[in-house]
């Protein structure tokens, strides 16, 4: 993928009601903490996305590298579409859950040679999300070679079924051939989705593949913060999101 830096002083217009939204949550909807589990929703944030989610005739869904089931945990009593994992699990606006088969027992493995580095190193976080594994190390950015290794030895010992997926301050397992703009594909191909503008807004590297498939299909994409990307608009931070979504209708 081509990376290049988001247009000078390219601002997306106001939201538009026939727009399909795809939104990354960390760093896009929450300002990243510390800890994956440090953050907080408000319940302003609650109000807009529900707000947003009438607006767009429920052509709204969350696309995190977090689980299904921690994505509701944050905004509960929210039940939105979600795809979690990059997109390796995914409700769908009818509330059915997807989840792709992957090789559990290898994957477990791998999990408790994860954890013994992190009891050997001192903030590292380690996230255990089921159908795949990440090493946080903003606590501990001097370990970020150690981390990619580690990542990188798994994945040549898994094979072609998973992958190493890097992010901010993460590095990531998880099985290949999946990602977030496979997960927009699919809920394009769904209703309320189907016939709509996919705009996806993120902040990571993870976010590009949303990007690349929105802009392929003829929507747009949102980058969030300072970083080359292949973005058409751009955002400075989370407080600009949120003001740019309460815009919607206005």
Same mark, same amino acid.
């Given at each position: 993928m081509s990376i290049v830096p988001p247009a000078p002083g390219g601002a997306p217009p106001p939201p538009a009601a026939d727009w399909a939204l795809f939104l990354d949550i960390d760093g896009t909807l929450l300002t990243h903490a510390e800890t994956p589990d440090a953050v907080y929703v408000d319940?302003?944030?609650?109000?807009?996305?529900? @707000?947003?989610?009438?607006?767009?005739?429920?052509?709204?869904?969350? $696309?995190?590298? @977090?689980?299904?089931?921690?994505?509701?945990?944050?905004?509960?009593?929210? $039940?939105?579409? $979600?795809?979690?994992?990059?997109?390796?699990?995914r409700r769908d606006a009818a509330g059915q859950i997807r989840q792709l088969p992957f090789p559990e027992e290898r994957l477990r493995? $791998?999990?408790? @040679?994860?954890?013994?580095?992190k009891a050997r190193h001192p903030g590292i976080v380690f996230e255990d999300k089921g159908h795949s594994l990440a090493l946080h190390y903003r606590l501990a950015p001097h370990l970020e070679r150690e981390v990619r290794t580690l990542v990188e030895h798994a994945v040549a010992n898994l094979g072609e079924d998973f992958m190493l997926q890097a992010g901010k301050l993460v590095c990531e397992l998880k099985p290949g051939g999946h990602d977030k703009g496979s997960a927009v594909a699919a809920f394009m191909a769904e209703p309320p989705f189907a016939g709509r503008r996919p705009l996806f807004i993120g902040d990571d590297l993870t976010d590009e593949y949303g990007f690349a498939m929105v802009q392929r299909m003829g929507g747009h994409a949102v980058k969030v913060g300072e970083g080359d990307s292949i973005a058409d608009w751009y955002l400075p931070d989370v407080a600009a999101v949120r003001a740019w979504l309460a815009g919607a209708g206005k």
């Open positions: 319940d302003a944030l609650r109000e807009l996305l529900e @707000r947003l989610l009438q607006f767009c005739g429920g052509a709204l869904a969350l $696309v995190s590298g @977090r689980a299904v089931d921690d994505v509701d945990a944050l905004f509960e009593p929210l $039940v939105l579409p $979600v795809a979690g994992q990059h997109g390796i699990e493995q $791998v999990a408790q @040679r994860f954890a013994a580095f």
